[in-house]
């Protein structure tokens, strides 16, 4: 195939030509070698030649994937273990409704690879978990009041 | 709450249950991004539109993604509807003029 000889192929191209599914993988496997292992192992005879041209830059994009999940997997332990220290101050209505919602937007944009945003929308959810609460326990309690 | 974010939360609950954080999005896909709803603003609408007999809502399942919290949904009551109608209705008489409709 003409493209055999192009000397700019790009590990990106090497996936979509072989058909792997780099990332899907990724999330299934545990690390790098094992990763691409199994990649090669699904790769056809007459694609290891591209594989095998292509290797340092799947290699190397292969541990750049990991390593951003490791960050991401300390990110996400950072995040919840703040959230999670929080938890213990907030009515159950509030915990499963608005912070339950907190948390999810907060899981998605984690996976998304979000970083600053992350920390600005813990902050948003810490600052509006207080106000709801407030407003939550004075409107039961008007409500309470009322019904005496 | 303002007048548009109940307006928008009624119509967007006449389209089927859902709960805050989709909501949210509903209401601006709705809306071709013209209205948009804090996220920390939604749920004291939410609740007081419950109170109202708008909207009744019931606990989901505990979910993973949410570290085990089930997620709260919310439909329309039939008053609901009714006060969502009334709104539309008012709401097109205002803007006939603007959208050369003759009466």
Redesign the interface.
């Known amino acids: 195939m003409a493209w055999h000889a192009e000397p700019t192929l790009t590990a990106g191209v090497v996936y979509e030509i072989a058909g792997l599914r780099f990332r899907f993988w990724g999330r299934i496997l545990g690390s790098p070698d094992v990763l691409l292992e199994d990649v090669y192992g699904q790769v056809k005879a007459m694609d290891r030649e591209i594989f095998a041209h292509a290797y340092p830059l799947l290699a190397s994009d292969a541990a750049e994937f990991f390593e951003e999940q490791q960050r991401c997997h300390k990110r996400k332990r950072r995040v919840q273990s703040v959230l999670e220290a929080w938890t213990a101050v907030l009515p159950p209505r509030i915990l499963n409704e608005d912070f339950g919602d907190w948390v999810e937007d907060l899981n998605r944009r984690l996976a998304r690879g979000q970083k600053w945003l992350v920390w600005l929308r813990v902050c948003a959810c810490v600052f509006w978990t207080v106000v709801n609460s407030i407003g939550y326990i004075a409107g039961k309690a008007r409500r309470d009041r009322r019904a005496i | 709450m303002n007048i548009d974010t109940r307006l928008a939360l009624l119509q967007a609950f006449t389209h089927g249950e859902s709960?805050?954080?989709e909501i949210i999005e509903r209401v601006k896909k709705l809306t071709n991004g013209k209205i948009s709803i804090v996220?920390?603003?939604v749920?004291?609408a939410l609740?007081q539109l419950e109170a109202e007999g708008l909207l009744e809502s019931y606990?989901g399942p505990p979910?993973p993604?949410?570290?085990g919290?089930?997620?709260?949904y919310y439909r329309i009551t039939a008053a609901g509807e009714r006060a969502a109608r009334q709104d539309a209705r008012a709401l097109f008489r205002l803007l006939k003029p603007a959208l050369g409709v003759v009466a």
Do not use: K
């Open positions: 709960y805050g954080l996220q920390g603003r749920y004291p609740r606990d979910l993604e949410r570290n919290r089930p997620r709260r």
